[in-house]
């Protein structure tokens, strides 16, 4: 998992609280949405490719949009 300065900046969390924490721990308003889908997709081993994705911290404040891609890593 990585969660590089620009993602500190855009979503407001700071790395040590989100490396090792699941997508919908820290975007728990993402529950039963398509991020959900694509997140639960990805953990049983697909690369999934999301575009245009709207994300806040906690759903409430403006959106920013994000290119997220899901992707499992093969050690």
């Known amino acids: ?9 855009d979503t407001g969390i700071p ?4 490396v090792g924490r699941g997508v919908l721990d820290l975007f728990p ?3 039963g ?3 959900e889908d694509e ?3 990805s953990l049983a081993g697909a ?8 994300c806040t911290r906690t759903g409430a404040e ?3 949009w994000f290119d997220v891609t899901y992707a ?3 050690d």
Do not use: F, L
Request: aromatic letters at 8%.
């Open 1 to 9: 998992t990585e969660w590089n300065a620009a993602t500190v900046r």
């Open 62 to 64: 403006p959106p920013r």
């Open 33 to 35: 949405t398509v991020v």
């Open 47 to 54: 690369v999934v490719d999301a575009r245009d994705r709207r």
């Open 72 to 74: 499992p890593v093969r």
């Open 29 to 31: 308003y993402a529950r």
């Open 39 to 41: 997140y639960r997709r």
């Open 15 to 18: 790395r040590a609280e989100a």
